[in-house]
């Protein structure tokens, strides 16, 4: 089965400064990953996505992301942070097993200082 | 609006009592799912549903039921809720297990005393 880890569970950065938040995973092959954001009080919003292809992915609110295959990582990073940022971030993959399943990992918590 | 409902918003209940969480969506999607989120645990799949009538376990699908008998709904039942079972759970579809992204509903907050 796999797993995903997110090694940092608190990071707090500065208004304007560049932001990278850590994913790691574990599976045999080349997993989906996915990155969320979740704001306090609402679900989980998909932010982007990796299946194949070209390893550096864009997505929504400027955030990209970065596949590394010899390292099993997924970070997540934007250039300049925005106080409307501040949210908790989960990393995810998706494979088969037999049946299809999807692991978060337990998710980072984003603080921005004004 | 393209939107995943989950009702009711907030429940506390009581040990035993069944109880069912409805989670509906209008976008025609054929893959939806459980999860429940804990504090330190992030979100865990409870079951999914790759269409009607198909159903999966996910990684914590003990203590639960589903049922997907139209494709727009997709309940979650407690036949016999325990206080291990207080968290927040989130209902998501997707268009197939491929195309994401997943829509999440707004979650449900339960509390089992």
């Known amino acids: 089965a796999q797993s995903v880890t997110q090694p940092d569970i608190h990071i707090t950065v500065s208004e304007g400064a560049s932001l990278e938040l850590r994913c790691n995973y574990s599976?045999?092959?080349?997993?989906?990953l996915f990155w969320y954001v979740q704001s306090p009080g609402q679900g989980l919003q998909l932010l982007l996505k990796y299946f194949s292809g070209d390893t550096l992915v864009q997505g929504i609110k400027g955030f990209e992301a970065e596949f590394k295959r010899s390292q099993s990582s997924f970070n997540l990073r934007k250039p300049s942070v925005h106080w409307s940022d501040a949210a908790e971030y989960f990393c995810?993959?998706?494979?088969?097993?037999?049946?299809?399943?999807?692991?978060f990992g337990k998710g980072t918590k984003l603080s921005v200082i004004p | 609006e393209a939107q995943v409902t989950q009702n009711p918003r907030y429940l506390i209940t009581v040990t035993g009592k069944k109880l069912t969480v409805t989670c509906s969506q209008n976008?025609?999607?054929?893959?939806m799912s459980w999860y429940r989120q804990d504090p330190g645990l992030g979100l865990r799949q409870i079951y999914y549903?790759?269409?009607?009538?198909?159903?999966d376990k996910g990684d914590v699908p003990e203590g639960y039921k589903v049922s997907r008998k139209e494709k727009r709904n997709f309940p979650l039942i407690l036949e016999s809720p325990s206080p291990n079972q207080t968290s927040l759970y989130f209902c998501?579809?997707?268009?197939?297990?491929?195309?994401?992204?997943?829509?999440f509903g707004d979650g449900t907050r339960l509390s089992i005393l």
């Open positions: 549903s790759m269409n009607v009538e198909v159903t």
């Open positions: 976008m025609n999607h054929e893959y």
């Open positions: 599976y045999g092959a080349t997993p989906y």
């Open positions: 998501a579809s997707s268009l197939d297990r491929d195309n994401q992204p997943q829509h």
């Open positions: 995810a993959v998706g494979a088969w097993a037999g049946s299809y399943q999807l692991t």
